[in-house]
């Protein structure tokens, strides 16, 4: 542990730069299935129409009644927000695994040093990137307004940020932040410890080297782990941040996180919290694969070390 850090050791800069364009290669590919989740998740809500359409009909019914361009809706805002969110939270991890709870000699990582670290990192990434991510769930939601006859609420991603913020403050671009850092803890817990966690196992038990096959076995891991984990606090933390704002940027459909998880499970069902899961899980697992080959390769190329 001594000395400087070499070309190959723990450089924050570095993860921060290479995990957010890996986020957004992997956000660009995926997309359209996050759109898709956003709309399930948000159907019925209030007594709207559509709460019964799938995913197919869903991801159908935005091409036929919006246009194919508006499944990349919000791609915009999506990638700000990976660029802030996957910046820190890979970045936070990383520092958290090697400086803090230090991981063996070995490179085993043992899984409550791993799920404490993966906890830490969503939450501080989530919370920092929160007005992001609130931005990108209103403009996910702006063709079906759009659709409906109504007026848009704004005319692209930066009059998002300024319409809010004029309207409630900071306060309203944190709107939703509590139930987005649970949901940021849960789905951290389930990817990059879960990711973590499967290279050792994979590696340990299966013989695999450290290279792409290790990386997408590992990934696909995480894919399903975090999407099963993240599902109901992503459903709460849509539908908090896509309600109306009054006059004093506070949210006029629920009185805060618990009062969502009431009015859902008391009009819908305790399904309702699993809207979504399977575009949730459709995107996640690829988005993982491309994000952590990606990352991976790219972290190889500027001369760091594996993950």
């Known amino acids: 542990m001594g000395g400087g850090p070499d070309k190959a050791s723990l450089s924050f800069a570095s993860t921060y730069v290479l995990s957010a364009l890996a986020s957004c290669v992997a956000e660009t590919a995926t997309y359209p299935f996050d759109i898709t989740k956003t709309?399930?998740?948000?159907?019925?809500?209030?007594?709207?129409?559509?709460?019964?359409?799938?995913?197919?009909?869903?991801?159908?019914?935005?091409?036929?009644?919006?246009g194919p361009r508006q499944l990349y809706r919000g791609l915009a805002p999506a990638c700000l927000r990976h660029c802030v969110y996957s910046g820190i939270r890979v970045s936070a991890y990383e520092v958290l695994r090697e400086r803090v709870f230090r991981k063996s000699a070995d490179g085993s990582f043992a899984l409550w040093k791993g799920a404490l670290a993966g906890m830490g990192a969503g939450a501080i990434g989530q919370f920092v990137a929160t007005p992001t991510d609130?931005?990108?769930?209103?403009?996910?939601?702006?063709?079906?307004?759009?659709?409906?006859?109504?007026?848009?609420?704004?005319?692209?991603?930066?009059?998002?940020?300024?319409?809010?913020?004029?309207?409630?403050?900071?306060?309203?671009?944190?709107?939703?932040?509590?139930?987005?850092?649970?949901r940021a803890m849960l789905v951290q817990l389930g990817d990059l410890t879960a990711y973590d966690q499967a290279k050792q196992f994979w590696s340990r038990e299966?013989?695999?080297?450290?290279?792409?096959?290790?990386?997408?076995?590992?990934?696909?891991?995480?894919?399903?782990?975090?999407?099963?984990?993240?599902?109901?606090?992503?459903?709460?933390?849509?539908?908090?941040?896509?309600?109306?704002?009054?006059?004093?940027?506070?949210?006029?459909?629920?009185?805060?996180?618990?009062?969502?998880?009431?009015?859902?499970?008391?009009?819908?069902?305790?399904?309702?919290?699993?809207?979504?899961?399977?575009?949730?899980?459709?995107?996640?697992?690829?988005?993982?694969?491309?994000?952590?080959?990606s990352f991976e390769q790219l972290r190889k190329v500027s001369g760091l070390s594996s993950f």
């Open 206 to 293: 299966a013989g695999l080297a450290d290279g792409p096959l290790l990386h997408a076995a590992s990934s696909a891991v995480a894919g399903l782990v975090a999407a099963t984990m993240g599902a109901p606090a992503d459903v709460i933390k849509t539908r908090v941040m896509n309600q109306p704002l009054d006059a004093r940027g506070r949210g006029t459909l629920y009185a805060g996180t618990l009062d969502c998880v009431k009015q859902t499970v008391r009009n819908e069902g305790l399904g309702a919290l699993y809207k979504g899961w399977l575009p949730t899980w459709m995107r996640m697992a690829p988005w993982s694969l491309a994000f952590f080959l």
């Open 134 to 182: 609130l931005v990108k769930v209103q403009m996910q939601i702006e063709g079906q307004r759009i659709a409906r006859g109504e007026a848009p609420r704004y005319r692209g991603t930066l009059d998002a940020f300024a319409t809010l913020a004029r309207r409630g403050g900071v306060r309203a671009l944190y709107m939703g932040w509590g139930p987005a850092v649970q």
């Open 39 to 66: 709309r399930l998740q948000v159907a019925g809500e209030g007594g709207a129409r559509g709460a019964r359409r799938g995913l197919v009909s869903t991801m159908a019914g935005i091409v036929r009644e919006e």
